[in-house]
């Protein structure tokens, strides 16, 4: 239970306790439970060059690495497991968070996560960083790096690199994993719109209509319709105090321009899932308590243990699910066509949107070279149709325009896509036919009549 809890608790339930008893008896509790709590470098020093070495044991944690500095007092460790680093060689999407008031001295805690195919983060490595620049950063991710090369984990699947705003983090992943692609995570450039909107007092009206700009510019179905809207998107707010000045960091800076859906298909545009574990572990390892460190490096020790568990489920392809199956029953039964669509070296398949029966070969032209003359003329476009790209047989990383897909990863126009192919053949339990009443069995009449006369 977090101290302030505690203490709230305890000045309801126990009239006539001064503040100073209750925070003095806290003191002493939390003395009893976890030790002083005083952690010298020193002791820090020998802790990480103990736990050191590599185990042969797949989940024991070990220190990947140590950096103490004593003459500026600074320090830096991370630690993980064979288990929890084998992801990395088998994923390709590392993401990286830091999370505060998580040790009693102030220092935070740097998870480092592997996303699957199916968008759930797995811890790969927990360290602690007395500092947060870029050089702090990058010897964290160099841990990682030697030490998977150290037991034979090898880095080909790496592609992507999710962060929060944060340039230092980003940087660092850059230098140590070349040519790496940085996606700067959506929700925290719709925060740091909303600090921009409190700082010029922009009105409210105009407030939800650049908000929404952004939301519809977020899910261009492709790179080419992202680019063709969001140039007519900032020209229509460029009289909007300090817009311009916002925003074009956005679309500009390599850093921070990987935040829309067709920048990166298949690949989640927030960090939602990397803080979703960081929450988990503030709430269940650390039992929303701050730490003293001598605690703290222990507890993450326990951390790796537990995240290498082999029976946790990890996503290495994309499933569908069974609402995407029964969405494509539907469609198949419907008499809605598709038009499958070969480009260059490119083949697709091209469905209608929710409102439409079909696909023309005019809106197929207008979707692969999208022009637009404003900004409402390309929202006013937008799921009007989907198209699947379909570069191989294997149809379980084929990629949709769809929002659902962006959301998911999967969606109903790849099932049917992969249907139409005859690569994929449905379930029976995907078909959403209502069971109607049954009919009333019985005689029939004329038997009936023939009986009563007997
Ligand atoms: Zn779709």
Not at 6 to 12: M, W, Y
Not at 236 to 260: I, R
Not at 405 to 430: D, M, R, T
Request: charge should be positive.
């Amino acid at each position: 239970m977090p101290t302030k809890d505690v203490k709230k608790t305890i000045g309801t339930l126990a009239e006539g306790v001064t503040k100073n008893q209750l925070n003095y008896a806290i003191k002493a509790a939390n003395k009893k439970l976890f030790g002083s709590g005083v952690l010298s470098l020193g002791e820090l020093e020998e802790w990480a060059a103990i736990k050191s070495r590599i185990p042969q044991d797949n989940r024991t944690a070990f220190v990947l690495d140590k950096d103490i500095d004593h003459a500026n007092a600074k320090f830096r460790f991370l630690v993980s497991s064979r288990q929890l680093l084998s992801l990395v060689g088998e994923l390709r999407i590392i993401a990286a968070d830091c999370t505060f008031k998580t040790t009693l001295e102030g220092f935070p805690l740097l998870v480092v996560c592997m996303v699957d195919e199916m968008r759930h983060a797995h811890p790969i490595a927990f360290g602690c960083l007395s500092n947060q620049s870029a050089s702090d950063y990058e010897f964290a991710f160099n841990c990682i790096h030697e030490t998977c090369a150290k037991i034979g984990i090898k880095l080909d699947a790496l592609e992507f690199f999710i962060s929060d705003g944060e340039t230092a983090l980003k940087s660092a992943a850059k230098k140590v994993f070349g040519g790496i692609k940085t996606i700067n995570c959506y929700f925290h450039l719709k925060q740091n719109l909303k600090k921009y909107f409190q700082k010029f007092k922009i009105q409210a009206d105009l407030q939800s209509s650049i908000s929404d700009g952004i939301d519809k510019l977020q899910i261009a179905p492709t790179q080419k319709h992202y680019e063709s809207a969001v140039q007519l998107f900032m020209t229509d707010y460029d009289s909007v105090p300090g817009f311009t000045d916002f925003f074009a960091k956005y679309v500009n800076n390599s850093n921070f321009a990987g935040w829309h859906e067709a920048f990166a298909p298949g690949v989640p545009s927030t960090n939602n899932a990397v803080e979703a574990i960081n929450k988990s572990i503030k709430y269940n390892a650390l039992h929303r308590q701050k730490q003293t460190l001598a605690t703290f490096k222990t507890l993450l020790l326990r951390l790796v243990e537990t995240y290498g568990d082999p029976a946790r489920l990890v996503h290495r392809h994309r499933v569908f699910g069974i609402q995407e199956q029964r969405e494509a029953w539907r469609f198949l039964n419907s008499g809605k066509t598709t038009r499958p669509v070969r480009c260059g070296i490119h083949v697709y398949m091209f469905i209608p949107g929710s409102e439409r029966e079909e696909v023309s070969m005019n809106e197929i032209r207008r979707f692969m070279v999208p022009k637009y003359t404003s900004f409402e003329d390309y929202k006013v476009d937008l799921n009007t149709i989907y198209r699947v790209s379909m570069p191989d047989e294997n149809y379980m990383q084929w990629n949709c325009t769809c929002r659902i897909f962006f959301k998911n990863n999967i969606c109903s126009h790849i099932v049917i896509a992969a249907v139409k192919q005859g690569l994929y053949q449905l379930p029976p339990e995907a078909d959403p036919t209502i069971i109607g009443r049954k009919k009333p069995t019985g005689r029939p009449k004329k038997m009936s009549k023939a009986l009563v006369i007997e």
